[in-house]
């Protein structure tokens, strides 16, 4: 595990959930936009003090970004997916589908 690409994604993935950008996040933080880009591309490691101002800005927990259980390789999220789906009734999986299809024509 690589702890500072692995907070770097979580990172990107929170802001991204926020509706930020990283100019608008380094902007909140009072950091650099090259600051942002290099602790989301694993590239630097935050400052403690930088890490509460995610938080403060994120509003979010300490804990949320250092969730890292939910990064797998594809064989193992698709090994979960099966094993969640294998259980699911009809009726989900027909609304998994159409979700899935939605969610692949907007990209």
Request: proline share 2%; hydrophobic share 40%; with cysteine.
């Amino acid at each position: 595990m690589d702890i500072t690409r692995d907070f770097g994604i979580r990172l990107q993935e929170i802001r991204k959930a926020k509706g930020l950008t990283q100019a608008q996040l380094a902007e909140l933080t009072g950091l650099d936009v090259k600051t942002i880009s290099r602790i989301e591309t694993g590239g630097r490691f935050p400052l403690k003090e930088n890490i509460e101002k995610f938080v403060k800005v994120l509003d979010c927990n300490i804990k949320d970004l250092f969730d890292f259980d939910y990064i797998k390789t594809r064989e193992e999220l698709r090994a979960y997916i099966d094993e969640k789906l294998d259980t699911a009734p009809l009726s989900d999986l027909q609304f998994f589908v159409r979700v899935i299809d939605a969610y692949l024509e907007t990209r």
